[in-house]
C-alpha cells in the first residue's frame, strides 16, 4: 500500500508526496546523508560515494534504507509496494552490473543522479536484486517514482519481463498492477467532473441529482491500489494550481487524505492493520520536508542545511513519530 504525487506551483517549484501505507509498525527517522559519505551495497559487493547530499525518510534495518528523499540537485524519489508483480534477479558472483538489493535503490538514486534523465541512465547498469529486509524477513515487492526539479517524473517498474523506465506524465503512483494498467483504467472514469449534472427525466419522471458532488459519484471508493490511483489523479488534475510552496503543501495533504487509510478498516492476512503511518511533501527546489504522522497531525517541517551536506556521517534530525499536541485558542 502507498500513493504518491508530484505536485507543482504556479512559480514551477515541483513537489512530491507519499503516504507510507503499511502493516509492519516502522519507527523512521528524518536523516540527513552528506555527500562523499561512502557505504556499502547489502551484498558487500559494490562500495559507493555520494555525490550529493540528500534528506529523507529511512529506518535502520542494520543501515539506514531509505523509503523517500530528495537530494541537493532537485532529484526525488519514493518506494511503493509492488507485490504480485515485482520480479527480481537473483544475485550473482562477478555481475558485470552493480547490484543492488531493492530498497537499497532510492539510496542510489538520490546519492548518484542529479535529475530523471540522470537516473534513467544510471539505471541501465544496475541489477535490482532480491534481499531479505530485517523488517519483514522477506524480499519487499517494490517499484518506484522518480521526479526533478525540472518537472520530469519518472516510473521504475522491475518485473517478469525485465526492467521498466516510465514517462510519468500524471505523476501518481499508487501499487498493483503495474503503472500502465493504471493509465489505461483511468479511461473508465472519463465520465467524472468537478460540476453539477443536469437533471433527467424518465418519461414524465424528473430526477435530480443528491447535492453537490453529483459529477463524482462515478469516481471508485475503497482503498484499492486501483481506487486510490483514480482518485488521486482525478484531485490532482482538478485542484487550483497553488499559488505557492505554501499553498503547494496544503492542497498536496488535502488530496493526500482522500486516500488515507484509518487503522481498522485494512486488515492483513496475519490480522495487523495495514494503515497510514506517515504523509510527506517534498520541495526539489529547497530540499525541504514536511511531515505528519498518523499519531500527530500536525505538519513538522526540516530543511537540508550546508552543514549536514557536508558532514562526515549521516545525522537523524529526530524520529517522525512524536505525541500529539493541541494549541490552544
Known sequence: MCTAMTLKTQQGEIFLGRTMDFSYVLNPHLYTMPRNYQWSNALGTVCVRNRYSYIGVGQTIPKITFADGVNEMGLAAAALYFSGYAKYREPECGAQTSQFAAT????????????????????QSV????????????????????????????????????????ANHVGVLSNSPTFEWHMENLRNYMRAAPHQPEGITWGELVLTPFGQGGGTEVLPGGYTPPARFVRTVFQKTHVPIPQNRQEAVVTGFHILEGVSIPQGVVLTSRGTYDYTQYTVFMNTATCEYFVRTYENSQVFTAKLSRAEAEAKVPVSLGKLVRPATFEKL
Open 104 to 123: 537499497e535503490l532510492v539510496n542510489f538514486l538520490l546519492g548518484m543522479c542529479g535529475s530523471v534523465e540522470e537516473a534513467a541512465f544510471a539505471l
Open 127 to 166: 541489477r535490482i536484486v532480491g534481499v531479505p529486509d530485517a523488517v519483514t524477513n522477506s524480499v519487499a515487492p517494490l517499484h518506484w517514482i522518480v521526479c526533478d526539479k525540472k518537472g520530469q517524473c519518472l516510473t521504475v517498474e522491475q518485473t517478469k519481463n525485465g526492467m521498466h523506465l516510465l
